[in-house]
């Protein structure tokens, strides 16, 4: 079975040049990837938003991602259970 690339990891938001999506075959606990062209990051979104890991965000693009992350944190996390609806 083929799946498409949004099927596969989803973009849930698309803002300041950044865009927020998941990875479908990942692990279980909520999480939100960051691209934006100088780099990626991953964020925990339960219990609460953290840094995962960072690579080649910077300082101030990390800290617009999270910022973006927690105004639209009951978004994410409602994409989130409709995806994985586990």
Request: proline letters at 6%.
């Amino acid at each position: 079975m083929r799946y498409s690339l949004e099927e596969v990891s989803p973009t849930v938001l698309r803002v300041r040049g950044f865009r927020f999506y998941f990875f479908s075959r990942e692990e279980p606990r909520a999480h939100v990837h960051v691209q934006h062209a100088d780099g990626e990051a991953k964020f925990w979104i339960d219990p609460a938003v953290e840094l995962f890991a960072n690579y080649g965000l910077k300082p101030a693009q990390l800290a617009d991602a999270r910022q973006l992350i927690e105004e639209h944190v009951d978004d994410i996390r409602d994409a989130w259970n409709r995806h994985f609806p586990d």
